[in-house]
Every structure is written in structure tokens, then in C-alpha cells.
């Protein structure tokens, strides 16, 4: 059980950081391969806050969110001037930038990493196993809050149009340079949280912890899901982490499945399994469109009188009729 309870930790702690890197990319339209580096800076924060300085977890947590969100604001200055092929290239030296600082900076633990993280504590009771599953679960759904409130107000409307077409957001006065420094920050500040509760969780932290193939694991879990939506990251990461824990009784070879997998998904279902536009999502629609109650008919004038029927409908003058053997005022004078 408590191997269960591990691997729905990790699953829950990647969700975040694939809905994170989904207001990045799905929404925005910034495409990023270097989000592990934000994921490794919110661990670090965190983990040398506890360490060196003694902080509990609960202020370095919300520091770790907000040096996070700030580096993302910081380094997402490159994509002012670089768009598509060159973000991707940009983001990724970002990452290996920011994994060779903290493998070869002593004041970052170097290769050795940092280790005596403490798990985090709420009225003296440490959060362990179930309990630190509860904590991530919770941040999870603190994470899908804002990926949604973010969707529905006007930044979501801004981040929309600047990932369809720059040149047009600029032209209906939408500040481009602006909501894309939202957009990292937000991703940024989102990922550190996980990162945060990462380190803590594992105890010990190391740089390789945080190297690109993380980034491009994350990434797949966006797509494998369904860019741009909601429910796409959470179920790409819970596959896409859980799944490969089933595949070990294959050995090595589970990686070549995981890759063909993903390899299938993009020539056959590129919009990913519930994305807006994918077979599966459209199947499920319609099997709620079939079972769902539909609304019930109101009931005519006709329905009520024969269930009624000593009620005498309503009077010729309320109805607009005139009955056959009834002479009106109008044919009298007449």
C-alpha cells in the first residue's frame, strides 16, 4: 500500500506541473522545453531555505513559489524576441543552463545534491504516506482552480490570441510582451509549487533530478492528455506516471512501449485522448448526450384538462376563441 500511495504522490505532483506547463503552452501557445528548470529552482528554493536557513515548509513553500514565479517572469524575457523553433531551442538551453548552475555551484550542494529535508508539519502531526498524498492532491486541485479562474477572465482571452496569431493580438491592441511575462510567471510560480513539494517529499534532492528528459517528459504528458484543455495534463500524467510502473515486468523494453505509445498518439491522435477535437472525448460526449435525462416537456392546456376534466378550461376571452353557438357584442350591433 504504501508503494500505491508513493507512486499517486508522484502522479499527482507531475499533474501540476503538466497543467502548469498546459497555461504555458496550451494556452498561451509558448511552447517550452525547459520546464524542469522552473520544477528544479522551486525544489532548490525550498530545500536550502529548510536546510540552510532552517525555515519550516510552509513559508518555504510559499517563498519557493514566489522566487519561482519570478525567475519564470525573468527568463521568459527571451521569448520577446524569438518565436516557434527558436522559443523551443531558447527554453531548452534554459534548462541545461539552470541544471549546470546547481550541479557545479557548491552553494547549491553540487553533484551531492542536498539531503535532511523534513516533512512538512500541520498542528504537530508530520504528513506522511496518506497524509502527504492529501497535501498533493490538495495543491492539485489548487492548481486546476487556477488554470480554470486563468481561462475565464480576460488574460485567458489575451493568452488565446497571442497563440493564434501575434501579429493580430498586436493589431486589436492586445500588449503581446505583456501576458506572454504573465504566462511564464503563472507556469513558473505553479511548477515551483510542485518542486517545493518534490524535495520535501523525497527528502533529497539532485540535479539530475531536474535534467531536460524531464522537461520532455512533462511535454509529453500535455500532449499525450490534449493541449489546451483541463482534464488533458491531470490524465496524461497519471497515465504517463503510473503506467510505467505496471511495465516493469518487462524490463528495459518498457521504455520502447512508452515511446511507441506516444509515437501512436501523434500520427493517430494528435489532438491527445481527451482532447476538444479527439475520437475518444467525442465517444464520451456522446454516450453522456444519450443517458443524460433530457429536459421533461411542460405540460399543455389540452394535458390539464383531460387530467382535470370537471376544471373548465380557460374562458373564449382569455383564449382568443369564440365558441360556435356564442354571439359577440360586435356581431349584435351589426
Same mark, same amino acid.
Given at each position: 500500500?504504501?508503494?500505491?500511495?508513493?507512486?499517486?504522490?508522484f502522479a499527482s505532483i507531475w499533474a501540476v506541473l503538466a497543467l502548469s506547463l498546459n497555461i504555458l503552452t496550451g494556452?498561451? %501557445?509558448?511552447?517550452?522545453? %525547459?520546464h524542469a528548470a522552473f520544477f528544479g529552482i522551486g525544489a532548490y528554493t525550498s530545500a536550502l531555505l529548510a536546510v540552510k536557513a532552517g525555515w519550516s515548509f510552509w513559508p518555504a513553500f510559499v517563498a519557493a513559489v514566489l522566487v519561482t514565479g519570478i525567475c519564470g517572469a525573468l527568463l521568459g524575457l527571451p521569448s520577446l524576441r524569438v =518565436?516557434?523553433?527558436?522559443?523551443?531551442?531558447?527554453?531548452? %538551453?534554459?534548462n541545461f543552463v539552470v541544471v549546470a548552475v546547481f550541479k557545479y555551484v557548491d552553494f547549491f550542494g553540487g553533484a551531492l545534491g542536498i539531503v535532511g529535508l523534513q516533512k512538512p508539519q500541520i498542528f504537530g502531526w508530520t504528513l506522511r504516506g496518506w497524509g502527504f498524498l492529501a497535501l498533493a492532491v490538495a495543491y492539485l486541485l489548487l492548481t486546476l482552480w487556477v488554470s480554470d479562474y486563468v481561462r475565464r477572465t480576460w488574460a485567458g482571452l489575451a493568452f488565446a490570441t497571442v497563440r493564434e496569431d501575434e501579429d493580430a493580438a498586436e493589431a486589436? %491592441?492586445?500588449s503581446v510582451p505583456r501576458f506572454k511575462i504573465y504566462a511564464f510567471a503563472i507556469s513558473a510560480a505553479l511548477a515551483g509549487g510542485a518542486g517545493s513539494l518534490y524535495a520535501h517529499f523525497l527528502g533529497s534532492i539532485f540535479p539530475d533530478h531536474f535534467a531536460f528528459v524531464e522537461s520532455i517528459g512533462i511535454m509529453s504528458m500535455v500532449v499525450f492528455g490534449g493541449l489546451g484543455t483541463l482534464r488533458g495534463p491531470v490524465v496524461g500524467?497519471?497515465?504517463?506516471?503510473?503506467?510505467p510502473e505496471y511495465l516493469r515486468v518487462v524490463g528495459d523494453y518498457r521504455y520502447?512501449?512508452?515511446?511507441?505509445?506516444?509515437?501512436?498518439?501523434?500520427?493517430f491522435?494528435?489532438?491527445?485522448?481527451?482532447?476538444?477535437?479527439?475520437?475518444?472525448?467525442? =465517444?464520451?460526449?456522446?454516450?453522456?448526450a444519450r443517458w443524460r435525462p433530457g429536459p421533461q416537456p411542460r405540460p399543455t392546456s389540452r394535458a390539464l384538462s383531460a387530467a382535470n376534466p370537471g376544471d373548465d378550461p380557460a374562458p373564449a376571452s382569455r383564449s382568443g376563441r369564440v365558441n360556435p353557438g356564442e354571439r359577440t357584442h360586435e356581431s349584435e350591433n351589426s
Amino acid at each position: 500500500m504504501g508503494y500505491l500511495v508513493s507512486v499517486m504522490t508522484f502522479a499527482s505532483i507531475w499533474a501540476v506541473l503538466a497543467l502548469s506547463l498546459n497555461i504555458l503552452t496550451g494556452y498561451a %501557445g509558448q511552447v517550452s522545453l %525547459g520546464h524542469a528548470a522552473f520544477f528544479g529552482i522551486g525544489a532548490y528554493t525550498s530545500a536550502l531555505l529548510a536546510v540552510k536557513a532552517g525555515w519550516s515548509f510552509w513559508p518555504a513553500f510559499v517563498a519557493a513559489v514566489l522566487v519561482t514565479g519570478i525567475c519564470g517572469a525573468l527568463l521568459g524575457l527571451p521569448s520577446l524576441r524569438v =518565436r516557434h523553433d527558436f522559443l523551443v531551442l531558447a527554453t531548452m %538551453g534554459v534548462n541545461f543552463v539552470v541544471v549546470a548552475v546547481f550541479k557545479y555551484v557548491d552553494f547549491f550542494g553540487g553533484a551531492l545534491g542536498i539531503v535532511g529535508l523534513q516533512k512538512p508539519q500541520i498542528f504537530g502531526w508530520t504528513l506522511r504516506g496518506w497524509g502527504f498524498l492529501a497535501l498533493a492532491v490538495a495543491y492539485l486541485l489548487l492548481t486546476l482552480w487556477v488554470s480554470d479562474y486563468v481561462r475565464r477572465t480576460w488574460a485567458g482571452l489575451a493568452f488565446a490570441t497571442v497563440r493564434e496569431d501575434e501579429d493580430a493580438a498586436e493589431a486589436m %491592441g492586445v500588449s503581446v510582451p505583456r501576458f506572454k511575462i504573465y504566462a511564464f510567471a503563472i507556469s513558473a510560480a505553479l511548477a515551483g509549487g510542485a518542486g517545493s513539494l518534490y524535495a520535501h517529499f523525497l527528502g533529497s534532492i539532485f540535479p539530475d533530478h531536474f535534467a531536460f528528459v524531464e522537461s520532455i517528459g512533462i511535454m509529453s504528458m500535455v500532449v499525450f492528455g490534449g493541449l489546451g484543455t483541463l482534464r488533458g495534463p491531470v490524465v496524461g500524467a497519471f497515465v504517463l506516471k503510473i503506467l510505467p510502473e505496471y511495465l516493469r515486468v518487462v524490463g528495459d523494453y518498457r521504455y520502447t512501449l512508452y515511446g511507441g505509445v506516444l509515437v501512436l498518439m501523434m500520427l493517430f491522435q494528435p489532438q491527445g485522448i481527451l482532447g476538444d477535437n479527439s475520437w475518444l472525448w467525442k =465517444r464520451l460526449q456522446a454516450l453522456y448526450a444519450r443517458w443524460r435525462p433530457g429536459p421533461q416537456p411542460r405540460p399543455t392546456s389540452r394535458a390539464l384538462s383531460a387530467a382535470n376534466p370537471g376544471d373548465d378550461p380557460a374562458p373564449a376571452s382569455r383564449s382568443g376563441r369564440v365558441n360556435p353557438g356564442e354571439r359577440t357584442h360586435e356581431s349584435e350591433n351589426s
